[in-house]
């Protein structure tokens, strides 16, 4: 397509950035027939430094978050993998320097009288400093293209090698025309070579790979990158040459090229919103063409900027997502609706009135967060539940978004802002390496496949979800036989790989008239979990049940199923469409409106929960104990009736059951956590009662909470808020498996 476009053409660009809906072939996303071997590990692909906008080290946050004991008396969260993805622009600290003796290592050793927070200029000189205002006489900040290149990449290689862990550089980049996403180009990370490198024992690391492709796609597409240098020194034409055109399209024909950068660098005013959309539709076609499988593109906590502003850089509404995965259906393959920032006094620092559009104050995206989801994952029937309908490979992460404790330090349990990656929210993701150690490779493979479940406060740990066709005789299925499966995958850590069958992200092809089986199997961990508190969950204690914050039970498990009619064609009416602003969602009580205010593209009112697991009932749960270490499970099976139209099945659960005042509904949705954000403090309206003692934070409701004033019921008193707030309400999501009945709408999105 041509990328070039008249002040005419802006209004209707951002409807159809992308003019090709995917065909079946062109969208493969799941794993090929004949799986290799995995396992389900935990990790984390956004969280920062002092590289960008982070409080510690590199070296500091990769000790803290992957570290299994230990970890200096401090709790160690003991990630299996972990990328580190700092903003994309500029930054003037080098975060290759670390904090103290306990984080030196021959190659990158401690010095005295510096840290993560000195600048580049002071430790490596103005000289060394590349790209526009660079050198001697520039600003002393570095553009991240040069600190990816040159000293974030060197070191993670060596902290990979020398540790024997499986990490690698992400980044979370300043999106054109929207606000962040989480993203990875992995070609030439981590080679094979480095298995048999030998680390060096005295200052200084020369890289055996590179992180060019990334450190190029961050100079060519991330907003807050201005360079015009090409990846040069301003003085000379010696570097990288960089040229940001897109096969196919029409890049250096456009208003926005600038030639001397070599990139689109769409100007300000009028339709930047709908330019830089554009561009990042060209960003995501980039990865496609030239990184097809070594490439992921994630956008981050997307509600927070609010609906998109087709004058400015905010948020993404429900065509944006759809254009980016029509333009790389293996590349934007999913977003990031369960936020970090979870202890922050606007939980996931989602608020309303945040933005300012023109001048007009406009919400976040629902206003809040729904027990600590964005409302386009946490809404059944909106979002996601959309683009799961059109039979789209889009899946849900979670991410930590570290930076900092808030008005703690780094090394204390309190915090009033952030999550360490590991300590809170955790993605699931079964990565296929058979007998080979956990490569970058794999794991964005594995993120790719939409097998990944997120899950919050280690509510859960292990979950096999597996749906298998039953059919009238010889081929009927038993549900304890499929039960069978699911326990095996799950107390082996380990997905189902049977046929028949298919788990998450995965598509079951059936005959009309089919039963389909569904069984669960999770781990809800016993003992205690990341949490420092000790004292029982105020939120519950508002119905009568004493449970330790620190302790957490699983309540039940709901099965969400919605119809799959097809993918929307750009420009039609049912292809864009933003979520309602302001009190037109978010009432001023903190109630919502129902899906009846939302545009048609971007519902799916087919969606409902068609079965709540939980230890009572007609069907209840069954605990056992595996016979692999002995630790408890609970298992559990549907059968969905004769089937005769595609569509999709997906899990959710929670610590808290239906009904908790100011937390879920009758129905057991979670309510808007407007009631537990303290940037109100007047909506505040959980006590926290339990006091604590002489000396101790943590076994009774800590003195940084917030008090509760005005209107509120309890003004006055102290309030569930920050961490301890998000401690009292977890959440588990999966992602979905499809059911393709034959004859009925062809679930394009995965293979």
Known sequence: M????????????????????????????????????????????????????????????????????????????????????GHGGNGNRNCT????????????????????????????????????????????????????????????????????????????????????????????????????????????YTALGNANALSQWSYCFDRNDTDKSRGNVTSS??????????GGSNSSGDLSWNATAQKLMPAGGTGNGTKGHLKTVEAIKWMAQNHANGSYYVPAHLERAGPFYADGNQGFNVEHLRNFNNAGPAIAFGFETQPGHGASSNRGEYQVKRNNFGGQLVDSVGGTTYGGTGVYGAQVGGVWDALLGEGRNFWFFASSDWHNRGVFGPDDRRSTQDFYPGEYQRNYTLVRNGADKLRPQTIVDGLRSGNNFASSGQLIDRLAFVACASYAGPAARSNAAVEALAVAAATNNKDVDASGCATMGEKLVVRPGAEIIVSVVVRDPEGENYSPYSFPNPSLAQIGVSQPLNKPVLDHIDLVRGLVTGYKTPGAADYAGEWPRNTNWLKADGTTADLSVVPAAAKNTSAAVIKTFNGAGATPWVAFASGVDNSKFLKMTYRIPAVSASQYVRLRGSNLPAGVPFETDANGNPLADVYTNAGDTSRLTIACKTAHSAGNQFDGCPDHLATATGASPIAGQKAVSYDVAAWSDLWFYSNPIYVQVNGSTVVAGVK
Not at 30 to 44: R, T
Not at 66 to 76: I, L, Q, R, S, V
Not at 125 to 146: L, V, Y
Not at 150 to 174: C, D, H, N, W
């Open 2 to 85: 041509k990328f070039g476009f008249s002040k005419s053409q802006l209004a209707l660009a951002a409807l159809a950035a992308i003019a090709i809906v995917p065909s079946t072939a062109s969208a493969v996303t799941a794993a090929p027939a004949g799986k290799a071997a995995g396992q389900y590990v935990a990790g984390d692909f956004h969280n920062h430094t002092t590289c960008s906008d982070g409080s510690i080290s590199m070296q500091k946050l990769v000790k803290k978050v992957t570290d299994k004991a230990g970890n200096g008396g401090n709790t160690p969260w003991g990630l299996d993998w972990f990328v580190q993805a």
């Open 97 to 204: 320097l670390v904090e103290d003796a306990t984080l030196s290592t021959p190659a990158y050793p401690y010095v005295a009288d510096t840290g993560p927070s000195t600048t580049w200029a002071n430790s490596i000189g103005k000289a060394a400093i590349k790209g526009d205002n660079g050198g001697p006489t520039g600003n002393g900040n570095m553009w991240r293209w040069q600190s990816i290149q040159e000293f974030q990449y060197p070191l993670i290689e060596y902290l990979a090698t020398s540790k024997g862990l499986p990490l690698f550089i992400g980044m979370e980049s300043v999106v054109a025309g929207h606000e962040h996403a989480s993203m990875s180009i992995i070609t030439g990370q981590m080679p094979a070579s480095l298995d048999s490198a030998t680390m060096p024992t005295t200052p200084g």
């Open 237 to 246: 034409a010696i570097g990288n040459n960089w040229n940001c055109s897109v």
